[in-house]
């Protein structure tokens, strides 16, 4: 069997920021949330990362992450663009946007040859989540059905203090195998928990406490990149009717029609640690005391990537 491989999606990565120079370091060694993902991958057993970005960025990506997990990794960059789409199909004149993770995926056939983990490149997922992945895609190739898995997250280590997120909510079985995943668009921290709404606002319907919820932390064999290849005309077919300019084909979705088809199971392996991101500007100072804490309690070496191994 293959060796399982890392693709971190990154092609939005410095959209926020007009580019990957602007991107703020969280402490003095110039550590940004992706080493973290990296670092954790790589001693759960990940030898190799394929990195998903914009053929743009590719020297300012290179020159800021690639080039110091290299000596560590085996690296590849794959790109996602928006006029990779099949023959006979256009991309509208208007639209500037991506075509969503499910393409962004499908960006790295010509590069999986395996088991594979796809992960966001803006999330702290924590070192647990990482060896959990690895042993599954480890032991469970495909079979008369498509074997995936992802990592879930219990709601309330996933929210922020200072506005809404958007978390698919998961559904399980008895036996922890995922039965749907609903997109809940709107989701707060309010003082008897984790809560939704889909009126802006005006009624609110509360999440238990424990719920798991996607992160979209994934893990894959290479089956999924034919049945994103087979589907994605007849994502093009609907969306660009109903939706040209914004439509997306997300993974998830992909995922969800391979369950209701009874092609796939994806076993939900529970994670507890915490997530972070820097979902508002004022989560920020908090993901940095995070870190530092959990450097000092030597979770992490102070230097992730020396120059010289």
Avoid at 230 to 251: A, H, I, Q, T, V
Avoid at 268 to 287: A, C, H, I, M, Q
Wanted: net charge negative; aromatic share 12%; charged share 30%.
């Amino acid at each position: 069997m293959r060796e399982p491989v890392l693709v971190i999606m990154a092609a939005g990565m410095g959209s926020r920021y007009g580019g990957l120079k602007q991107i703020d370091p969280l402490n003095a060694q110039g550590d940004i949330i992706i080493d973290f993902s990296i670092y954790d991958a790589m001693r759960a057993g990940f030898k190799k990362v394929i990195f998903i970005i914009k053929r743009e960025l590719e020297q300012d990506f290179r020159e800021k992450i690639g080039n110091k997990i290299a000596p560590y990794m085996d690296v590849e960059y794959v790109y996602q663009e928006i006029d990779n789409i099949p023959e006979g199909y256009s991309v509208p004149e208007e639209r500037v946007k991506p075509w969503g993770t499910g393409h962004a995926v499908l960006s790295c056939i010509q590069s999986i040859h395996g088991p594979f983990a796809v992960i966001n490149a803006d999330d702290f997922y924590g070192r647990h989540a990482f060896e959990t992945l690895y042993r599954f895609l480890k032991d469970h190739p495909d079979d008369k059905c498509y074997r995936y898995g992802m990592v879930g997250y219990r709601i309330e280590n996933t929210l922020t203090d200072f506005g809404y997120v958007s978390r698919g909510v998961c559904k399980t079985d008895d036996q922890g195998m995922l039965m749907e995943i609903q997109e809940r668009t709107h989701i707060e921290k309010k003082e008897e928990g984790a809560a939704f709404t889909e009126d802006d606002g005006r009624t609110w319907t509360k999440i238990p406490s424990g719920s798991i919820v996607s992160m979209n932390m994934w893990g894959f064999n290479e089956s999924l990149l034919s049945e994103l290849k087979n589907r994605f005309s007849m994502f093009l077919d609907k969306g660009l009717k109903e939706n040209p300019l914004k439509c997306e084909y997300y993974l998830p979705g992909v995922v969800g029609e391979l369950l209701a088809e009874k092609k796939a199971t994806v076993n939900v392996l529970p994670s507890e640690d915490r997530w972070y991101g820097v979902t508002y500007r004022e989560d920020k100072p908090v993901v940095v005391k995070a870190i530092e804490d959990m450097k000092a309690r030597g979770d992490y070496p102070q230097v992730l990537w020396p120059k010289h191994k």
